[in-house]
């Protein structure tokens, strides 16, 4: 059977995108976080 | 092909959804505290309305105390900085002045360039805080407002390290109306509020000359003097400073920081924390700022890539359509043809298929249909009908390119017909998808698929992708020679073509792309024949859609990639691999990546970014989109109707094609496996037969496209009532978009146009809610004249709460009245007292009114205008004269003129005459009232109802007119009045009497009945009052 275009068999691929994937996804916290503690201490100072 | 399949989990869509909210809450942060963000408001304009009051200095302290500057001290202060480019040119010229002065800075442009916020500090001069954003402090909530003087407090702190606290409201000017609400909350917590004695206005850039006459006024008073250090251009106040402090300094005065003319203490050192939380707002806001200019940029690239897309489209397929009928089936070429089936469980629609294609009559058709491992007894149906050119071959379930190349394997022509299973073709389909291989240089031929299930919005929608996108592309695709796909639906071959490039590969699940990619590298051409056309069951539930696309998406890139090498070639691979990938690449992977980031900024913009633009470009990209649909269509020779759904495709439809696009990336990425879904048929396509069925029911005719339309129109129509309510719903909204912009438009230019002061001061009423009141002030200044400017036409327009009619009446120039600070005087003597030496008209207008208001009795006005006699002239010069009615001969004592009695037209200077004469006509001033009245009244005629004639007056008045409308635009409250029309403004004649004593004449005094008049007004209650009083009434 051919094989077919992209097909990662070993799985290596899949690991590498799972390690991005949870990089990509910290980062997105950490500018998450930072907006909702920057918000949060304009909000109290503001009060 | 073996349905095997790791299935891809769905953690891409956590991280997809993350993402987004990322980039919304950065667009969410750049939009609240971009500089500017709050900067809607022109500089000038009053918008704390009845909040405001007098101070009695300029410097107010956190308890409430006002003070002022001692003589004989000048501090220069500079708002709106600090500005890259202008900031530091002031502090160049302020060192080789050897001045010191206060900056007040705006915060998110201190978080931008705090070196510059540490140069100021570093050269000695004093900083003070001007808002976050340069919002208007007195427009927005208290929370926001405190928000706001806390993050400028904190970004000075991150840039200087001081604790500053000296804060100058966006937008204030001198103490004589300052917002009292504001400067409470900002002193409340601890700020000490700086306004200005002299604005020098050099945001309005008057010249420097005009700068430093505003600065340097006569006198010993000491002087906050307010100018700009950022904001806009600020040559003019660089070149002015170069005069001013010399003047000053040659005056003796002294010229100092704020805080040193009032010996306050040195700001302290600013706490960790303070600095930190400046750094770390700082540091998002920027990331913010970056993420929007990065989206900005994206939004850009994706509009010129639809705006690209959408030119090529039209443009290949204008010349396409002009290369004419070349494939006439009419010139009897019917070459042998084998036409494969490959079918896979297609029992509801594969005897109508196969029907379709015996009742085309082609001479010598050879009918192959491969039963591809069916459960569902769709080879024995095929055999059932018994049909002597028709071959059924059965195997086992191996895949759709199997079961292709078993068909090619047995097929004895060497043209191939490839048409999937669920397909009904027309008549003459096949003796038009042929004529093209009469070129020998031709290998393959698209047809073109047609949806058959046209019901419900889904449907709709893919036949309009079909129509527009599909179809168009090929169109693209054929003229620039570099087809990448013939669709399985539809589709001929050359044999060689097809060995030629080793056959079906299973190697990607878009075969039918896999393998056109491949005959178009071996330099065969391949064409698109618009006019053969097959009919198709589409995808009738959004779990199918999703399936189908996901495998065209994900095989098209698969293919794209198995084909890569095609960019490098020479020839027909490179036109492939060049055009046909670069094509593919930018509309229909790229494009897609793009969308949802547009989404988001669409979002972002409605809420934060002027809504002309953001609707200008909805409204043409979509009018664009639908011109090329609607010549798409045409070209089709399909019918306009379904067009109706194509703004509500950008809702959901335009969705599913993205996420698919990233869900197939995804998968690329990640190397997961995708097999086959065959969505469930309904049979939708073959119930189109039953419009071809002999009136005995047994054999199909030919299926014609003029029966097929039938069928479709038949079952598929929408009715009447949901056709019209989304026409009338789009027409609506583009009409509703249209005036929005247009609106925007004028508003944004009258607002431009129009100069506005604060002409009423504390006399300004904010709530417009009820009855309105409107001081016209006309003043005798003419342009280039000298000497004192004198009010000489005082009239108050009222407009009852039912805001359907209007009063207008006069009050006598000459009227006695009690002039605050300077006795008992006539009340156009107050104009020329408030405005002072300086010659200052809004000041004059404001004690005018005050005065206006005491004498009258009435709450104050809710608007003013004030207009110079050059200002009139112009004015009726631009509406081409005005029709006046002379109603006794009236001499002129100014030009010796005598304009007898009748209505004529009158220019400019003459009307302006007629209208100052009083003593040579009965009754005098009175009678002067009256005409001005009347004048106003035919100027006004014709100009609530054309918007145009309304331009053309105010753009004539210029700078001679001055208007103030508190809270509300000028043009909202055209808009507000805009139900009067001329015949319903009735003129009111204001009874008064002369007041002498034996020196003689000393004015004029209000009648009893003028007293009870204006009582009347004040409660609203005038229309009543005149129906007791008609002969008050001015025929």
């Not at chain 2, 010993?220 to 001013?244: C, N, S």
């Not at chain 2, 010229?255 to 960790?272: H, K, M, Q, R």
């Not at chain 2, 980031?597 to 989109?625: E, I, N, R």
């Amino acid at each position: 059977m051919t094989r077919q275009v992209f097909a990662d068999h070993s799985g290596r691929r899949r690991r590498l995108a799972a390690r991005a994937g949870t990089g990509l996804a910290l980062a997105l916290l950490a500018w998450l976080g930072l907006v909702a503690v920057n918000v949060a201490s304009a909000l109290a100072a503001a009060r | 092909m073996i349905v095997k399949h790791r299935s891809l989990s769905r953690t891409h869509w956590l991280l997809f959804l993350l993402g987004l909210t990322g980039v919304l809450a950065a667009l969410a942060v750049d939009g609240f505290t971009a500089a500017g963000s709050g900067g809607t408001v022109r500089p000038g304009q009053v918008t704390a309305g009845n909040r405001t009051r007098a101070f009695t200095g300029p410097v107010i302290e956190p308890d409430g105390t006002a003070r002022r500057l001692p003589d004989q001290v000048s501090a220069l202060t500079f708002d709106d900085g600090p500005d890259p480019v202008w900031t530091p040119r002031i502090l160049d010229q302020l060192r080789k002045l050897n001045v010191k002065a206060t900056f007040f800075v705006v915060g998110a442009r201190v978080a931008e360039h705090p070196e510059l916020a540490r140069r100021i500090v570093d050269e000695g001069h004093e900083l003070g805080l001007h808002s976050y954003t340069h919002a208007d402090l007195g427009a927005v909530p208290a929370w926001r407002a405190r928000a706001e003087l806390e993050l400028t407090r904190d970004a000075v702190a991150s840039a200087t390290g001081r604790d500053v606290t000296l804060f100058r409201p966006p937008y204030s000017s001198t103490p004589a109306g300052a917002d009292a609400r504001l400067i409470g909350t900002a002193g409340r917590a601890g700020y000490r509020t700086v306004l200005a004695d002299l604005d020098t206005r050099d945001w309005s850039l008057p010249g420097p000359d005009a700068i430093v006459t505003a600065a340097a006024q006569p006198g010993d008073a000491g002087a906050i003097i307010l100018m700009h250090a950022g904001g806009g251009d600020r040559a003019q106040t660089v070149t002015a400073l170069r005069t001013l402090v010399p003047a000053l300094s040659g005056r003796g005065r002294r010229l100092v920081t704020v805080s040193e003319a009032l010996s306050l203490p040195e700001p302290a050192a600013a706490g960790w924390e303070a600095r930190a939380r400046g750094a770390s707002f700082g540091v998002v806001r920027s990331i913010a700022g970056a993420v929007a200019d990065i989206l900005f940029v994206l939004l850009v690239l994706a509009t010129v890539l639809a705006g690209v897309r959408m030119l090529i489209q039209g443009g290949a397929a204008w010349r396409h359509a002009r290369r004419g009928r070349r494939s006439d089936p009419d010139e009897g070429y019917r070459p042998p043809v084998t036409v494969i089936v490959p079918a896979h469980n297609e029992a509801a629609n594969i005897a109508a298929t196969v029907e379709s294609l015996t009742a085309t009559e082609y001479p010598g058709l050879e009918i192959v249909v491969v039963d591809d491992g069916s459960v569902d007894g769709t080879g024995k149906i095929v055999a059932g009908l018994a049909l002597p050119q028709v071959v059924v071959v059965r195997q086992d379930n191996a895949g759709k390119a199997a079961a292709l190349s078993t068909g090619i394997a047995h097929a004895s022509n060497d043209l191939i017909v490839l048409i999937d299973g669920d397909t009904i073709i027309e008549q003459d389909t096949l003796a038009l998808l042929v004529q093209p291989f009469r070129d020998p240089k031709v290998g393959a031929v698209a047809g073109n698929a047609k949806v058959a299930n046209r019901s419900g919005l889904l449907g709709r929608w893919q036949h309009l992708e079909y129509v527009i996108a599909f179809n168009l592309d090929r169109r693209v695709f054929e003229v620039a020679e570099c087809m990448p796909t013939v669709p399985g639906a539809l589709g001929a071959f050359r044999r060689a073509a097809l060995a030629g490039a080793g056959g079906v590969s299973t190697a990607t699940l878009a075969e039918d792309t896999d393998l056109t990619m491949a005959v178009c590298r071996a330099g065969w051409k391949i064409v698109y024949a618009d006019r053969a056309c097959a009919w198709t069951e589409a995808p009738s539930t959004w779990g199918g859609l999703w399936r189908q696309r996901y495998r065209w998406c994900f095989g098209t890139m698969q293919a794209m990639w198995k084909h890569r090498s095609a960019v490098r070639e020479l020839g027909a691979g490179g036109k492939l691999g060049r055009r046909g990938l670069g094509y593919l690449m930018l509309f229909q992977i790229l494009q897609p990546m793009l969308a949802p980031l547009v989404d988001v900024y669409m979002v972002y913009a409605l809420l934060f970014q002027p809504v002309t633009w953001v609707a200008a470009l909805w409204l043409g990209l979509h009018a664009c989109q639908l011109g090329v649909a609607a010549y798409a269509f045409r070209l089709d020779r399909e019918r306009a109707g379904p067009l109706w759904s194509l703004l509500l495709q950008q809702v959901v439809y335009r969705q599913l094609i993205y996420l698919v696009v990233i869900q197939s990336l995804v998968t690329a990425l990640v190397g997961a496996r995708v097999g086959w879904h065959q969505p469930a048929r309904t049979g939708e396509a073959a119930a189109l037969t039953s419009a071809a069925v002999t009136p005995d029911g047994e054999r199909p005719v030919a299926m014609r496209r003029q029966m097929l339309d039938q069928q479709i129109r038949r079952k598929y129509r929408d009715p009447l009532w949901a056709r019209l309510t989304v026409w009338a719903g789009v027409l609506l909204m583009l009409a509703s978009g249209g005036a929005l912009v247009a609106g925007k438009v004028v508003t944004d230019r009258y607002a431009a146009r129009v100069q506005q002061a604060d002409l009423l001061g504390p006399a300004l009423l904010d709530d417009n809610s009820g009855p309105l009141n409107m001081l016209l002030v006309g003043v005798d200044w003419r342009k280039g004249a000298a000497g004192l400017i004198r009010a000489d036409t005082i009239m108050i327009v009222h407009v009852p709460a039912s805001r359907d009619r209007a009063y207008l009446f006069s009050l006598p120039r000459d009227l006695l009245v009690d002039i605050p600070g300077h006795g008992r005087d006539r009340i156009n003597a107050s104009f020329a007292y408030g405005a002072g030496g300086e010659q200052d008209r809004a000041r004059g207008s404001r004690l005018l009114a005050d005065v206006t208001r005491r004498a009258t009795g009435l709450p104050g006005f809710h608007a003013a205008a004030l207009i110079d006699f050059y200002g009139f002239m112009e004015v009726v010069k631009a509406v081409d004269g005005v029709q006046l009615c002379v109603d006794e001969d009236t001499k002129s004592i100014h030009s010796g003129v005598v304009y007898k009695k009748g209505c004529r037209k009158m220019d400019g200077p003459s009307a302006l005459d007629y209208l100052r004469q009083r003593k040579t006509i009965a009754h005098g001033d009175y009678a002067r009232q009256r005409h001005q009245q009347q004048f106003i009244k035919a100027a006004v005629t014709g100009s609530g109802t054309d918007p145009a004639r309304l331009d053309l007056m105010l753009r004539a008045a210029g700078e001679s007119l001055t208007v103030t409308t508190g809270r509300t635009s000028p043009a909202e409250l055209l808009f507000a009045l805009r139900g009067i029309s001329p015949d319903r403004i009735t003129l009111i004649r204001t009874p008064g009497h002369s007041v002498r004593d034996q020196s003689g004449y000393l004015g004029e005094a209000l009648n009893p009945e003028a007293v009870e008049l204006f009582r009347a007004v004040a409660s609203d209650d005038l229309t009543g009052y005149l129906k007791g009083h008609p002969a008050l009434v001015l025929s």
